[in-house]
Structure formats: C-alpha cells, structure tokens
C-alpha cells in the first residue's frame, strides 16, 4: 500500500510537471480580463424561485442543469432529515420545473453511502453558451457525488463515490455505483486540507489534457487549519485517466480564503471574453469580506491557478425567499440569456433552488410552503 501511495504522487508531480510544460508559466488574470468576465456572467434580475420541497421538514439543494433533446433537465438533493437523495427535474424554458423522480434513493443495506448519496453531472460539455450536454464516457453517463452511512446533516465519514448509468439519464431510474470511494478523507496519501470530511465534487472531460489527464475533478473538503479549531472549507484537485481510478492533485488547494466555508465549484471554459480562460464559480461563507453565504467566481488558464475576483457578488441574500443565504451555482447561458441557478434559504431555514437572470424575464409565483402558525399561549 505505501508503495502505491508513493506512485500516486509520483505521478500526479510528473503530471503537473508535463502540464506546466506545455502551458507555459502559470499567470494570474489580468484584472481587466477580470472585470470582462464579471459584465458577461452578471445576473442583476433575481426572477425567483423554481422548485421547492412539497414538505417543510425536507431541504432542496444543489442544482445541476443539462440539456438532451431539446429539452433542459436538472438534477439536484433532498435533505429530509435521513441524509441526502438525488432527484431529477424538468423544463422547457429554464423557469417553470416539474419534478420527475428519484435515481439515487437511500439503500437499506450496509453499503458505506446507504444514507448519503449527493450526486452531480459529470462529463458535461462545459463551454460557455454551449450545448450543456451530458457527455457519455464508454457507453456510460457519470455523476461524482459524496455518500457516507451515517444518519443525519452531513453526519459521519462522507467520502467521493462515482454512480453511472447506461440508460437514457433523463429516464427516472436507480444509477450503479461503483462498490467503493474514490477518495476518502482518511485515505493514506489525503491532503492536510481535506483530513475531516469531503464534500461536493465537479468533474470535467478535459480532451486537451492539461493536467496530463483526461479527466479532471474540484471539490471541496474541511480539514486541518492553524486559525481555526475546526479548520475551513477549501477547494483542491483531483484526476484520473478512466473515471474509475483518482489520484490527488497538487499537495494544496486551489482556492483557500483560510476560515469559512470556500466551496462547490463548477469549470466553465469562456473563450469568449479571452482565449483558453476558465472560470471557476463557487460559494463563500462566513470568511473577512464575505457576509452570509454568496456566490462569486475565480479564473484560470492552466486549471491550476485561480485568479479570484475581488469586485462584487455574483449572487448575494436580497430576497425574503434567500434572506439567509443565496449560494451553490450553476450557470448557463442560452440564447444570449444568462441564468444563475442556486440554493435559496429563507430564515425559517426552508431551501429551494432559485433563478437569477442576465434579462429581466419576470418574477416567478413559486413559494416557500407557508410554515405553521406558532399559536400564542394562554394566559395563566
């Protein structure tokens, strides 16, 4: 086991050696290509929610969109007080969602994600204004998603698994899994970073091999930090030739504001604004200059190193529907529209997934279910 351990991370060095080789020195973004960036992703028309939970008790989260056949799907969590579940939904202009099922259900086994299975396209074609299709790999489609087996809110070890199907993923169906982790916050060689608990994951299908891998994986994990007692939230690297098999990248993360919570990233590649420019949205919490929980972005042109924007939020609480946080993107770009999907909370702690626009397209009539009313106590 060491000695595979030791080949792993000679390897991933080789790598980022090959890689760095090829592309050059790795540079920040300049901050106008920055601010470039900022005027094409900016969404300043909130239109509102577009799927709630048909139950107070239970939590909506995480929204990943794709299209296939003319149409727009959504896979996204449900949180109801056992763990997490995956569901799917659909539309056919990106406001108005119908939910169509579940494909990642809990399993009354002794499987290590029994009670957590948080999933999340992979393989996505992810250029910007592109065609957001999900992209089968050997006859298969993928999602990377964070599972563990204890019961409760993000309870007990929670780890990295890979699920894949060979049907037609806009069909409700239970996706395989494969029978293990593919990264565990106590695996031998884990990251200092990322030695409590790991926690959403995006893959991308990067053809042109810059880390000197096909496949590359963000995610983001809580482990040991000099400033605070529980360390914070970071996002690192991860890669793999096959889907099936990953090693860490890089000995540290990519993105790192040292307290708080820095997030579920999800790659863009925006040659639009500058040629070979990635972007990186993720959420920030509870870190210096970051107030609640918001989404922001950062870019790159290696996949390595991440210029982080230092201007405005990209979405932020304003609403009484997302008045406790407004976080966790997804974002696409269709018909020269923008639509920034994300996790709204309400202070009652109610979470559904909102739409943010580039266009005013109007508001949305969706609501919270009202919560009970609390009644007074009589007089003694």
């Not at 086994?109 to 396209?121: E, L, P, R």
């Not at 169906?173 to 031998?188: A, E, G, I, T």
């Not at 820095?262 to 949205?281: E, N, R, S």
């Not at 997804?330 to 923008?338: D, I, L």
Request: proline share 5%; net charge positive; hydrophobic share 35%.
């Amino acid at each position: 086991m060491k000695l595979k351990s030791a080949c792993y991370l000679l390897l991933a060095c080789l790598s980022q050696t090959y890689a760095q080789a090829q592309s050059g020195r790795p540079k920040e973004v300049p901050a106008a290509v920055m601010q470039k960036v900022y005027e094409e992703v900016k969404t300043p028309h909130k239109y509102g929610l577009v799927l709630v939970t048909d139950d107070n008790k239970k939590k909506m989260d995480c929204p990943s969109v794709f299209r296939k056949n003319g149409q727009w799907w959504m896979t996204y969590i449900i949180y109801d007080g056992r763990g997490y579940e995956t569901w799917l939904a659909q539309s056919k202009d990106l406001l108005k969602w119908e939910t169509r099922g579940k494909i990642m259900a809990f399993t009354d086994t002794t499987d290590w994600d029994t009670n957590q299975k948080a999933g999340y396209v992979a393989l996505q074609d992810y250029k910007w204004g592109g065609s957001y299709e999900w992209q089968p790999y050997q006859g298969k489609y993928w999602m990377s998603y964070f599972g563990g087996k204890s019961r409760g809110y993000e309870k007990g070890l929670l780890s990295i698994g890979m699920a894949y199907t060979d049907q037609d993923p806009t069909t409700v169906h239970q996706w395989q899994r494969l029978p293990q982790p593919v990264l565990r916050p106590d695996d031998k060689d884990v990251r200092w970073w990322e030695n409590h608990t790991i926690y959403k994951s995006s893959v991308i299908w990067d053809k042109s091999k810059r880390t000197g891998h096909p496949f590359v994986m963000y995610y983001n994990a809580n482990g040991d930090s000099l400033d605070t007692k529980r360390g914070a939230e970071r996002i690192g690297m991860a890669v793999s030739d096959d889907m099936k098999n990953w090693s860490r990248y890089l000995r540290n993360p990519v993105l790192n504001h040292h307290k708080g919570i820095t997030g579920d990233a999800y790659i863009q590649q925006l040659d639009q604004v500058d040629k070979g420019l990635y972007i990186m949205f993720y959420f920030g919490a509870f870190y210096p200059g970051v107030s609640g929980a918001v989404n922001r972005f950062a870019c790159s042109y290696d996949l390595q190193t991440w210029t982080d924007w230092t201007g405005a939020n990209l979405i932020e609480p304003s609403e009484p529907y997302d008045e406790l946080f407004a976080h966790k993107s997804f974002v696409v770009k269709h018909k020269g529209v923008v639509y920034h999907y994300y996790c709204a909370v309400n202070k009652p702690d109610q979470r559904g997934i909102a739409v943010a626009t580039s266009k005013d397209l109007g508001k949305s009539k969706l609501t919270f279910i009202a919560p009970p009313v609390k009644k007074p106590k009589e007089a003694k």
